[in-house]
């Protein structure tokens, strides 16, 4: 039989083996604090990244003249198309009924313009109703406003107004601009329909 260890050898291999028991857990809790220390700091710097990202930027402001003003058009007078619904269709085809009002805004501040047509047009382009006879004066900031009632449906889905105004002098173009507004039982709609310039002066 072999001779046995001396027990030296056995106190020295007990005594390497309470290090490792004692060692592991210890360089095993560094290792993970180091990780999640790395880890940490990964994702403060993706939360910068998304932060800088997301941080707020002023708009851009383009479309400027000589000056520093807008570019707001100055006209003498203009032909202007403005797209409007006596009704919409909804639940399968069903006519909604819209009430119409057509706002026409003089936006300029020191001159007046005339209004000089407001025609009502249905869908198929046929001439509903001429809704000014002569001219009308817009002063300074002044607004008018012509109405077609929810039970007036001549016009139809597709009906427009043309309106055709000018100046004496130039002035900043009007806003010229159709609300529609309606309510069937619990439910209502509004929107706003803007005129499309279909031609005009500059003198």
């Known amino acids: 039989m072999p001779d046995p260890k001396p027990y030296s050898q056995v106190d020295n291999t007990k005594t390497k083996n309470s290090l490792l028991v004692i060692l592991f857990p210890a360089i095993t809790f560094v290792l993970l604090i180091l990780l999640m220390a790395y880890i940490g700091q990964r994702f403060n710097a993706l939360d910068q990244t998304l932060e800088e990202k997301l941080r707020f930027q002023p708009p851009v402001v383009e479309n400027v003249r000589d000056g520093g003003g807008y570019a707001i058009?100055?006209?003498?007078?203009?032909?202007?198309?403005?797209?409007?619904?006596?009704?919409?269709?909804?639940?399968?085809?069903?006519?909604?009924?819209?009430?119409?009002?057509?706002?026409?805004?003089?936006?300029?501040?020191?001159?007046?313009?005339t209004i000089q047509s407001v025609r009502y047009y249905d869908t198929k382009g046929q001439l509903v109703e001429d809704h000014i006879k002569g001219n009308v004066s817009l002063g300074p900031l002044e607004t008018t406003s012509f109405l077609v009632e929810k039970s007036d449906a001549r016009g139809g889905s597709g009906a427009n107004f043309i309106v055709v105004w000018d100046a004496v002098e130039p002035v900043y173009e009007p806003i010229i601009e159709a609300v529609m507004v309606g309510a069937a039982g619990v439910h209502g709609i509004s929107f706003v329909s803007i005129g499309r310039t279909l031609s005009q002066r500059q003198e």
């Open 73 to 113: 058009e100055i006209v003498d007078g203009q032909t202007v198309y403005v797209p409007v619904y006596s009704h919409i269709y909804s639940e399968g085809g069903q006519a909604y009924l819209l009430e119409t009002t057509l706002s026409i805004r003089n936006s300029d501040p020191n001159r007046p313009i």
